[in-house]
């Protein structure tokens, strides 16, 4: 069964994390689609923001035209990913398409240590961080309303498992956000949606220093996903370290969501 992988990465993203994890797909036959925001629009933090700007961004500049062409899409999401990937599905399921004669459509997603927010949610929630009283490894700046995290705090924990001078090189690549995009809450869910059910899969990186294996198990279970795999041994970022074995663990969970090889 051939499928279009579309990747939503996680916060401080570059298209360069996710290359490994891409060419691995790549190389089994299903192509892979990474895009990220190249300029965010300025926002007022005063003002508030109906749609995760990343959110708007996936549906409208990633998925829409993806699916346009008619093929079926699994959503892959990693961490932050999780928050705007998921509420940018409404609509999209290949079955709610083909009711109105269209083609393609989404098959199944499948999320690796990733956040669950569910509507109403933001990513700050889902970190359990407060925004007034943000810890020191996020580095905002007041002044242009943009989010950092700490880098000697992301070598610990984003690439704790890389090589030292691999995990300092891509540690000083990472870019600011928005701090709208982490307070924005989620406009739409699909983990209570009917056309979703049964379609959604979630990897669990067992050694994670960031965001834990046992959160991750508390949020999977509060959405009722049911298929899932536990990646022993795993940090944050199997993307990196293991894209071979993480494609082939997304590809098999496909296969075992939707019935077809």
């Known amino acids: 069964m051939k499928f279009t992988v579309v990747i939503c990465p996680g916060a401080w993203p570059l298209l360069s994390f996710m290359e490994p994890l891409m060419?691995?797909?790549?190389?089994?036959?299903?192509?892979?689609?990474t895009s990220i925001?190249?300029?965010?629009?300025?926002?007022?933090?005063?003002?508030?923001?109906?749609?995760?700007?990343?959110?708007?961004?996936?549906?409208t500049k990633v998925l829409e035209p993806v699916l346009d062409t008619g093929a079926d899409v699994v959503v892959?999401?990693?961490?932050?990913?999780?928050?705007?990937g998921a509420s940018s599905l409404q609509g999209l399921s290949k079955e709610e398409r083909q009711?109105?004669?269209l083609k393609g459509g989404i098959i199944a997603t499948v999320q690796t240590a990733a956040f669950i927010a569910p509507t109403g949610a933001t990513a700050l929630d889902c970190m359990g961080v407060d925004r007034n009283n943000l810890p020191y490894w996020i580095e905002y700046d007041?002044?242009?309303?943009?989010?950092?995290?700490?880098?000697?705090?992301a070598k610990q924990v984003l690439f704790n498992d890389l090589p030292e001078d691999?995990?300092?090189?891509?540690?000083?690549?990472?870019?600011?956000?928005?701090m709208v995009c982490f307070?924005?809450?989620?406009h739409w869910d699909p983990y209570n949606d009917p056309y979703y059910k049964g379609k959604l899969g979630y990897i669990y990186t067992g050694a994670d220093l960031i965001f834990p294996y046992e959160a991750q198990q508390m949020q999977v279970a509060s959405a009722g996903i049911d298929h899932t795999y536990l990646l022993e041994g795993s940090s944050h970022s199997p993307h990196l370290e293991q894209p071979g074995h993480l494609a082939d663990l997304v590809?098999?969970?496909?296969?075992?969501?939707?019935?077809?090889c």
């Open 251 to 260: 590809i098999d969970m496909v296969k075992n969501i939707t019935g077809k």
């Open 76 to 84: 892959f999401m990693h961490s932050y990913g999780g928050t705007y």
């Open 99 to 101: 009711s109105k004669g």
């Open 166 to 178: 691999e995990a300092e090189r891509l540690a000083s690549l990472l870019p600011k956000q928005p």
């Open 183 to 186: 307070t924005t809450p989620a």
């Open 23 to 33: 060419e691995a797909f790549e190389n089994r036959s299903h192509p892979a689609i």
């Open 37 to 59: 925001v190249d300029t965010y629009p300025t926002s007022d933090p005063n003002v508030t923001v109906k749609v995760n700007p990343d959110s708007e961004y996936l549906r």
């Open 142 to 153: 007041a002044e242009t309303d943009m989010v950092g995290i700490n880098k000697e705090y």
